[in-house]
């Protein structure tokens, strides 16, 4: 009989944290970067909310209904991966919108990027941020953007989204823009007196960048679906750290 620990491989069990995520219907992004970074023992579980218009994505049922079905497994968190929507309804609808989700997570606390990027500039000392977003965000999105984190003290001293200006694909694969393509537009339009950087986009597949950003502008950098990960992480008590995917996880 085999009884050495060593014998048997990771099998994707959820020993340390299991962490629902509500994501778009036809969004490949979010799932697979999650459980990119997610460190040995910490499994990601999806629910989808159906997608038709941005300004509409987070009323009520889908997301509603979505959070019903992940609150019947032993999660540690749910994360709605809709940045753009914290942007739209501002810090005080963003805060109904959780309350309202967190009336059907039978307890689980839900959590959405833009708040989790709040905590982690602070965790991180940035206080003068840019912010850079996917070529689907508008010029309208942009200023929200900026509003936003106004709103929660942050001195916000550059915002731009890629060009390109492109709309959501459909199914998005995450191929909207090559990691080389991220990296030389923040490169070129970042001002360097910028303190962070946020890669803004939860359906934008960023993280591959998020090093050589940090190691050539020597400033945290932090995407939308890895602060959020982060983020649940450390509220579930999963504090072992993950490399390759920013300072942030090592702070």
Do not use: C
């Amino acid at each position: 009989m085999r009884t050495d620990v060593s014998t048997w491989k990771p099998d994707g069990l959820g020993w340390r944290a299991r962490i629902g995520v509500l994501t778009h219907d036809d969004n490949t992004v979010i799932e697979s970067e999650f459980s990119t970074m997610a460190p040995e023992g910490v499994s990601i579980h999806a629910a989808r909310v159906p997608f038709s218009e941005l300004k509409t994505y987070a009323d009520a049922p889908g997301p509603d209904n979505a959070t019903a079905q992940l609150s019947r497994l032993p999660l540690q968190a749910i994360v709605f991966a809709f940045t753009a929507g914290s942007y739209l309804v501002g810090k005080s609808g963003e805060q109904n919108l959780v309350a309202r989700l967190e009336k059907r997570s039978n307890g689980i606390p839900v959590r959405m990027p833009a708040t989790s990027a709040v905590a982690a500039f602070r965790a991180l000392g940035a206080e003068r941020i840019a912010l850079v977003h996917a070529p689907f965000f508008s010029d309208e999105l942009d200023q929200k953007g900026v509003d936003y984190f106004r709103e929660h003290g942050f001195n916000v001293v550059h915002v731009s989204h890629l060009h390109p200006p492109q709309e959501v694909p459909h199914p998005n694969l995450g191929s909207i823009a090559s990691p080389v393509e991220i990296y030389e537009w923040v490169r070129r339009n970042v001002p360097s007196d910028a303190e962070g950087i946020f890669i803004a986009g939860n359906g934008f597949r960023s993280i591959g960048v998020i090093e050589a950003l940090e190691e050539d502008r020597g400033l945290p950098v932090i995407t939308a679906n890895q602060v959020a990960l982060w983020d649940v992480l450390r509220r579930s008590g999963v504090l072992t750290q993950v490399a390759d995917y920013g300072q942030l996880f090592r702070n």
